[in-house]
């Protein structure tokens, strides 16, 4: 029998509320019928506790029905199911059911006089509803013979009176002194048992109410109980370890699955059948039943708590908005092998099929957020090297990879290397260099947790050869492109004339930090600031994420760091139509949220596409002088160079001629 599992979790963003997913987990099996599993099944512990009638309950002449205590149930062979109450539900084996010969199925209802010694007598009509009252999706049969009745109260029938005044329901009528009470049983058949489909978990309802509506009600759902040895989704292996991309797709977190735990059926997992969640703890699982990884109970292969290990490499369990919590376990439910479980886009899964069970890793998934996004890298020797310029940090409020955080507190150090006044590691001694990242985050909940993550940095010596490692001395020259008739304006990028004298600084370098004259727009949303240490209350300007060819552009005039050493631009803002033109302040340096405007490299393609609104230019010269022909919005354009001219650049065409390196006005066809 193939299932499918479900997979829940909730979506962790404010704008988002909670969410199915659905993933194919596995195959799994039935058990063989063991004499010690029992027809009924009611979970860890039965819930047999009755319900009474309080003042507060009842109004007008229902308020004789006070101290009425009461209860509806299901049994089999003896067997009682729980009681009727707030969400409580019982399960038939119908294994089990079948191997006993398809007995009766008994409805009850049980009363009781609770009101103790001298408080009088209860008159009683309390109604049986049939499950096909309730509407129920199994169909059962109510035999017309006559109840069985028990008790202790004295007389035929225990002084208890049935009387039918609709097919669907059965009213129990007696008068109960302090303490008599009476259980009153109707026998019903499943109408077709081979009509019940147990896997997508059909049930039938019984209920017990007063006639103003009040009472108690039990879902008895038909299932079947699966032999946990044979569950592919339990089979020996790692956790597989995923995140989820923008778009929702779950992927595998390569870079931490060598440290994630074996699975532990005994240690890591438990079971809730009857909707009692994360906690039930029950001894076993049913179709439709849930079972749950507890991260907090598993160990990572390298000693660590699962969770402090996330943690100490950048990594935290996904929020759970709906639940104001961090989630720290998953959660599973069996759906129906023709189900799709409620997900609107099966494929959300697909990636991770060809990974469960194989290569060591076992059959179950446990998803986390990716915070700080940092990798290994090699440097030359001697070159400018920010940390700060090579990290992101991702949401920690959201289930997926889609938003980063603009702006990240993140602090950097290393325990054998050496961090400059700037903020850049000293790369002038060959070696390899731990530097770690840490992000405070902050929850909703008040919860806070440190992350940290430590990559290792690479310094080869320099080749025998020897070899520049400094790009040679430039001359700043204010990057300027000829505006001619019929290309667009904004193939022009003006720099203040404070950036026309200034030696370019160390900082800028081929990690993409801009240099001084050169032109930068924004990515994301971002903000311009009085001072270099950010603060809400020094903002000066915002700028809206917008389309590529409306991108806020700006020229670095000089560079500063936050007290944290984070490195920012100076800028000048030159969006000439914009209220914003001419301000000056900082802007952030951190290249996930801005870019250089011009490109440094040519598409692997080379091809490029006109984007510009009203089309670009061709020069003869590659300082955009002496004009050759105009090519409109959408022109595909083959190209066979890069070159610079001050601090722009531009491509060569295979026929000689040069056009803007602009982005607002051209595109590689393989960006």
Known sequence: MINQISRWTTVTFKIVIAVLFVGIIGSFQHSARAASDPIVYNGAVAKQATSTYQDSDLTGNYKQLVGLERAAYISINGEKSNYSGNGVASIIDIDQYIAAGKPTIYAHIYLRNNRGEGGGEINAAQILRHPKDMKSSVVMNVDDSNPIISGNKPGENHGVKKEKFFPNHVVAKVTLAPGEWVDFSVPMTVDDLNAVDYEAGQAFTIKENNWGAIGTQLGVRFAKKYDLEKMQAFQPGQYLVTTRDQDGYYQQEKAIQSLMPTFNRQNDITFSNLGGG????????????????????????????????????????????????????????????NSDGGSSQPGYFDSLLPVLNHNGIGGINFHVQRVIDAADTTVKQGEHWQPLAHVKIWNPLQDRLKDLVEEPDVTVSTENG?????????????????????????????????????????????????????GGSTTNVTPTENSNAGQSKDDHTPSPSESQTTEPSKVADSNGVAKKGAAVYGLKKIYLYRNATFNKRQRLAVYPKTKRIERPMFVVTDYAHSKNGILRYRVKDVNHKSKTAGKVGYITANRHFVTKVYYGSLPSSKRITVIATKGVNAYRNKNLTKRVTHYKKGRHLQVKKIVTHNLTTRYQLTNGNYVTGNKKLIIQDND
């Open 278 to 337: 994360f906690g039930a703890n029950e001894p076993a699982l049913y179709t439709r039943g849930s079972f749950f990884v507890d991260g907090n109970q598993m160990t990572a292969q390298n000693g660590q708590p699962f969770m402090e290990m996330l943690y100490t490499h950048g990594y935290a369990p996904v929020w759970a908005s709906d639940r104001n919590s961090l989630l720290t376990h998953e959660s599973f439910t069996t759906v129906a092998s």
């Open 418 to 470: 050496r961090l400059n006044a700037d903020g850049t590691l000293d790369t002038n001694t060959p070696g390899v260099y731990d530097v770690k990242y840490r992000y405070v985050a902050t929850y909703p909940n008040n919860e806070v947790h440190t992350l940290t993550k430590t990559i290792k940095v690479t310094v080869p010596g320099r080749s025998s050869g020897g070899g520049s490692t400094g």
